[in-house]
């Protein structure tokens, strides 16, 4: 039992108590920047943001080392609300901004944070080419099947038929599967996550900044504000489940059979090893002067 | 001694070995000590059909156009050498295969009927001779340089050299086409008379020895290498993928990387990455591929990042005349995409300035931090010619100014405003020196906001830098032919200006008042000196390669004033004798 908080202060006593343990033992606030995010209450993206800097602290990763770039939309506004080194790009084109930070710079930890309408539509051009180069950089794809802050237009990953305010009739075109598209691009490390398991996000995204290579994480994020009938909360608890035990992570088969499961699975897909794009590029200059 | 001042064109079908054989006449030319200068023209289409024509301007003194006749014309392809023939000069001496392997069946298909009567007319059986020495026909380029040698007493040692230096990499095929090409000296030592007066002796070596052949191409390409460049990613495209291909191979020696990507938006999107977070990085494309990377020039101004773009510019719009040179993109280069865009716009107009004005773009971008786009064209990129280059000056490799850490524990801006309208730099890397850069504007916090007073401030900052780099950094136009007032002043930009000051000097040297102006940056340029070049002539003309007279209308946007044009859609070069041409036309119009 805690004894009675001194009248007056209870909440003071209880915030300093809470900012401690983010500090010390959370590490929070070295990557918190003073600005707070702008996204709706409920919405799933905080749980992102909680999962990296628990991440980021638990892999000691200092916040000048990290760089984070994102395109435009909800999730654009990712790196305004971390303390490290921020590139918000142009719709679409995290990938590309980010492949060539990290060409250039190895030894930063480098995020690209992308939407569905960003990394799906506008930018998806730029995917199978991330993917086949494989850089060694997490890519964290924020779906929650609308357009956000463009309030409720339909994405490459809104149901067939669904009503929105672009399509009043039915979205006539069929969604992406971003998880199956990452597989057959060729990504050494595909996972999915969704934002009412924020711990095994956090998990997944531990394993992704581990690995060398192009780390995509199919993130999926009920719209709270513009969605009101299908990524909700209460359909993604019943429809998403574990990846079953004996999945095996190694087998790029049996991950393309799970990802087209009608089956919402969460979890790691897939994982393989290959040179990244700058062990090869930098391997040019020793080769060239041999010759 | 006679000064020598010629133009030797091939001209035949795509396949025929055309281009090849001008580059090795080129090369040899250097080797001898020639000034040269030489373009190739060319079809779209690797194989099957269209005409090749090379052209090499040779003269004892430095050249800086073509000069559009013909003294020497090599004909591997009679169909197509006739369309020549309204270029050749009255006394044109025209070398061609009298013994072709299709037989020209009407007299009117054989280039010997159809020469003035002051033209000599040599012939050689390239293709016969081509297969005697070497079993086939394909070496038939190689015959009629030798025809050619012997006739015009080249130096036949600097030929085989230059011969080694383009077939190094495949050594089995230089005693193959060593053997044609003797075959055509020998032909012609045997059995042809000479009739002409031109010569190519060269006696004594002259100072050129200390001059490189380069294309605008491989300029750039080394200007890139000699100011530290460390990413060049981008997309194959006419006229620029040789830029690319040279720096895959070279980059990497010098700790750099080439990124051949999937579109011209990843292009400068990689570069933008690379160079956010602190290397000097660049890319190159072609008017179409500009357009693509429109968005970015916009980011890479708001974001405040340094990258350097080349546009090699061909015929456009769209897809174009991929072949053909134009000099069509200085509006885009200037306005391409939304909101006040302000950014640094240089057109350099030969292959030394490729070389010193893409290190030096790479050292104003980093500076400033603000995007460059240099502006060449496709006769700029592919023309070979003699150059020294000019070395880089070591303080251009670093131009960043880093806070100290006792500056940045003190709390660090990003976005400050200053005076110079530079902010304050920081590198990922740098402890306290966090920042968050976006296509959105910010506040001097980092934060994106849209009010007025922040909006007109930061919009501000950004012509500011402008101004200060105007200041600090960028040359003043020059003035070239008669000095004090003039009846006529030229004004032209990039590769025209070559033929602009050729063509003023012969006018000049001829007694007419005629000055010329030689602008190298065109955005922000200085005023004072184009405003007194303008009150100094009576008459202003602005030669250029587009139809809508875009550098006339740029400089009519800051000084009230009437240009004479003279615009040519004509997918080639402008020659010096076109536009002396026009300088006596508008000259004897008097008003």
């Known amino acids: 039992m805690s004894p009675e908080p001194p009248i007056g202060k209870p909440e003071l006593f209880y915030e300093e108590e809470e900012i401690a343990h983010a500090r010390q033992v959370r590490g929070v606030l070295d990557y918190r920047s003073e600005r707070l995010p702008t996204w709706c209450p409920g919405c799933g993206y905080f749980g992102v943001e909680t999962a990296l800097f628990d991440t980021l602290h638990e892999l000691k990763i200092p916040a000048k080392d990290t760089v984070v770039v994102s395109g435009i939309g909800c999730v654009g506004r990712f790196p305004f609300f971390m303390k490290c080194y921020g590139i918000h790009a142009l719709h679409g084109r995290a990938l590309p901004v980010a492949t060539g930070a990290k060409l250039v710079r190895p030894e930063l930890t480098v995020f690209a944070m992308v939407g569905d309408g960003d990394g799906l539509g506008i930018g998806a051009g730029h995917f199978p080419h991330a993917a086949r180069r494989n850089p060694d950089l997490t890519c964290i794809l924020f779906d929650n099947n609308i357009y956000g802050l463009t309030k409720g237009q339909t994405s490459p990953t809104t149901p067939h038929l669904q009503v929105t305010n672009s399509h009043p009739y039915g979205n006539p075109d069929n969604p992406l599967n971003a998880v199956l598209m990452a597989l057959v691009y060729g990504a050494t490390f595909v996972a999915r996550g969704w934002a009412g398991r924020p711990k095994d996000l956090q998990l997944l995204i531990a394993e992704a900044v581990k690995h060398r290579g192009f780390s995509f994480i199919h993130f999926l994020s009920p719209c709270v504000t513009f969605d009101k009938v299908n990524l909700l909360y209460s359909n993604l608890e019943q429809q998403t489940q574990p990846l079953p035990k004996r999945h095996d992570y190694t087998n790029l088969e049996q991950a393309i059979a799970r990802a087209r499961d009608p089956e919402l699975f969460v979890g790691l897909f897939y994982r393989t090893e290959r040179p990244t794009y700058a062990d090869q590029m930098h391997s040019y200059g020793e080769r060239g002067e041999k010759s | 001694m006679r000064k020598i001042d010629l133009t030797v064109e091939i001209c035949g079908s795509a396949g025929d070995g055309t281009l090849a054989a001008g580059e090795i006449l080129t090369t040899t030319l250097a080797f001898q000590g020639f000034h040269v200068l030489s373009f190739d023209s060319y079809p779209a289409e690797i194989r099957g059909f269209g005409k090749c024509v090379a052209h090499v301007r040779v003269s004892d003194q430095p050249v800086h156009s073509l000069s559009g006749t013909v003294d020497i014309l090599i004909s591997l392809d009679d169909s197509y050498s006739i369309q020549q ?310 303080e251009k490799l670093r131009a960043n100014l880093f806070p100290t850490p006792e500056e940045l524990a003190k709390g660090y801006l990003r976005q400050a405003l200053s005076e110079r309208g530079v902010s304050p730099r920081t590198l990922p890397g740098t402890e306290n020196g966090y920042w968050v850069i976006s296509g959105l504007e910010q506040d001097i916090y980092g934060t994106p906001v849209y009010d007025a007073k922040n909006h007109t401030n930061m919009t501000e900052k950004r012509f500011t830098k402008l101004k200060t780099a105007l200041a600090e950094d960028i040359p003043p136009a020059t003035r070239f032919g008669c000095e004090g007032k003039a009846d006529l002043g030229v004004m032209s930009w990039g590769s025209t200006t070559g033929a602009a000051i050729e063509a003023v000097e012969r006018a000049a040297a001829e007694g007419r008042k005629v000055a010329g102006l030689k602008q190298l940056v065109l955005n922000p340029f200085h005023r004072e000196p184009v405003a007194r070049f303008l009150d100094d002539c009576k008459q202003v003309l602005v030669p250029e390669l587009n139809r809508g007279g875009q550098f006339a209308h740029w400089m009519g946007m800051h000084f009230s004033r009437e240009f004479l044009r003279m615009n040519q859609v004509t997918a080639r070069p402008i020659t010096h004798t076109e536009i002396y041409n026009e300088i006596r036309k508008v000259l004897e119009q008097k008003p």
């Open chain 2, 85 to 394: 023939l309204p270029t050749l000069q009255p006394e044109a001496v025209v070398l061609f295969d009298n013994q072709p392997l299709a037989p020209v069946l009407e007299e009117d298909q054989c280039i010997a009927g159809h020469l003035g009567p002051g033209m000599i007319l040599y012939g050689a059986p390239f293709h016969e001779l081509s297969q005697q020495a070497t079993a086939s026909g394909r070496s038939r380029n190689l015959v009629a340089l030798g025809a050619f040698a012997a006739l015009f007493e080249m130096n036949l040692e600097k030929f085989l050299e230059s011969l080694r230096q383009k077939f190094k990499r495949k050594p089995r095929v230089v005693d193959e086409v060593a053997a044609a090409f003797n075959a055509g000296v020998d032909y012609v030592a045997g059995n042809v008379l000479k009739l002409d007066e031109f010569s190519f002796r060269r006696d004594q070596e002259s100072e050129t020895a200390a001059y490189e052949l380069l294309t605008g191409n491989e300029a750039a390409a080394r200007g890139a290498i000699d100011a530290g460049c460390k990413l060049y990613a981008g997309y194959p495209i006419t006229p620029t993928t040789k830029i690319m291909e040279i720096l895959s191979e070279e980059l990497p020696r010098h700790g750099g990387i080439v990124a051949q990507v999937e579109d011209e938006i990843s292009a400068i999107g990689m570069v933008s990455g690379a160079a956010a977070v602190g290397v000097r990085a660049m890319t190159g494309t072609s008017g179409p591929g500009l357009c693509l990377m429109t968005e970015f020039i916009g980011w890479d101004i708001m974001a405040e990042v340094p990258v350097v773009i080349i546009d090699s510019q061909r015929g456009g719009p769209a897809t174009g005349l991929p072949t053909k040179t134009e000099q069509s993109d200085l509006y885009m280069a200037l306005f391409a995409g939304n909101g006040d865009a302000p950014r640094i716009v240089v057109a350099p107009t030969n292959a030394g300035e490729c070389h010193y004005w893409v290190a030096e773009a790479l050292y104003l971008a980093e500076k400033f931090q603000v995007p460059v786009i240099i502006l060449m064209d496709l006769f700029l990129s592919n023309r070979n010619e003699n150059v020294i280059l000019k070395p880089v000056p070591q």
